[in-house]
Every structure is written in C-alpha cells, then in structure tokens.
C-alpha cells in the first residue's frame, strides 16, 4: 500500500464551522489530489497541487482551500461547512503528470458530516 | 464537458461466472482510461489502465479493452469469485488537465 494517511477518518462539525482535513505521503511523489466522493456524483476532483506551494483547482473547488508547505503534507480546509459538503473525501497522489500513465495511489478517506 | 457513464450500476453474479462491466465516455481525446477498484468503506485501488494508443491491457483474470473512437471501454473479468466483490470505477484522463473523470461505478456482487 501506498503511504498516504488521513486525518481525520471520521468527523460530525457544525455548520458554520471551519475544518481542515490533512493528507500525509511518505512516498515524495509531486502531486497531490483532494477528491469527494458522493452518490450519483462519483468522484470529483476539488483541488491538487503539483509541488510544494504550487496548486490548482478542480471541477468543485468553490468553498475549499488547500494548502501544501512541504511536499509530504496536502491540507484541505473548508472555511465554513455547509450540509452541501458532507461527503467523503479522498486524497491521492501521483510521481508524475497523470496522462504520463504513472499509477495514482489514494488514500483511506475521511468520512465528513456537517450538521 | 468530459462525462463517464457506468452500465449497470449493481451487478450479481454466481461464482465462476464471466462478467462484462461496461463503461463509456463523450469526449474521445483522452489520454488514458484506467480502471479501480473500490471496497466498502476504503479508497480505490488501480487494477488497469489503457493508454489511448492501446487497444487493451490484461492482469491475471483481468483485461480492459479500449475503443476511444467510439468512447468506449470495457472490464473482463474470467471466472468470478466471491473476493471480486467491490464495486468497480472507470476514469479517464483528457485535455482538461492533470484531473480524472470518473464514472459512477458498478457495485459487483459474486455469489458463492
């Protein structure tokens, strides 16, 4: 298995409340994916970042923040949860460029419930 | 806009049953399609990708096939069991950038 944990697995935060959910590689790979995965919806990336300091966003990046100051940590932080963002999310990460074809790894996921 | 389609969406099977999982896209200029797979409760794992100047590509009792003409692609699996159970996500990678589009999935079920 790929060296990626995050935390937390599991949270119930209120709306209105900030959270930040924090990805962890050991495997010095470049880039770094946040996804969220919802019924009907399958996976949507949100942001990712191609080097320490250096992000994009995705196809649903409207209310999150990312953020990455060393190569091995990926933070994703939602300012002010709403209902619309429970979901699951999934980190990822990738040595190269993905249509190079290069495997990409994902993570546990973290299981967010905004109340 | 790139969109990725799942056909069926659940699936159940006896054990050592050949099985088809379909899954078609609109946007033909892609660079790659890969297929995962995905447990309850975990994240996904690649079993196989198809770079676009591929026809298919096989793993043991895996093989995915790849027409991008026609923005289709399909996962075989030979002789099912019970440990194929998981549901099973195609995605591919296209000139929108550094992002994979996913389908929906296919929840497979294998019965003994």
Not at chain 1, 61 to 85: C, H, I, M
Request: hydrophobic content about 30%; glycine content about 8%.
């Amino acid at each position: 298995d790929a060296g990626i944990t995050q935390s937390p697995r599991h949270k119930v935060t209120e709306t209105g409340t900030p959270v930040t959910l924090r990805c962890h590689q050991t495997e010095n790979h470049r880039y770094m994916y946040w996804y969220r995965q919802d019924p009907g919806h399958g996976l949507r990336l949100i942001h990712y970042s191609y080097g320490v300091k250096d992000t994009d966003k995705g196809e649903v990046s409207d209310g999150y923040s990312v953020s990455r100051s060393k190569t091995e940590d990926f933070l994703l932080t939602l300012e002010s949860a709403t209902s619309s963002q429970t979901s699951v999310y999934f980190c990822a990460i990738s040595a190269t460029l993905l249509l190079s074809g290069n495997t990409i790894y994902f993570g546990e996921g973290s299981w967010l419930t905004v109340v | 806009k790139q969109e990725v389609t799942q056909i069926p969406a659940a699936l159940s099977v006896p054990e050592g049953e050949n099985l088809v999982l379909n899954c078609s896209f609109t946007d033909s200029a892609i660079y790659n399609l890969q297929w995962f797979r995905q447990d309850p409760g975990k994240g996904l794992t690649s079993l196989l990708l198809i770079q676009s100047s591929q026809r298919e590509q096989t793993s043991g009792r895996l093989n995915a096939s790849l027409d991008k003409s026609s923005g289709r692609s399909t996962l075989y699996i030979a002789a099912s069991q019970p440990g194929d159970s998981a549901t099973y996500l195609c995605a591919v990678n296209n000139n929108a950038g550094n992002m994979l589009t996913f389908g929906g999935g296919t929840r497979l079920m294998v019965k003994p």
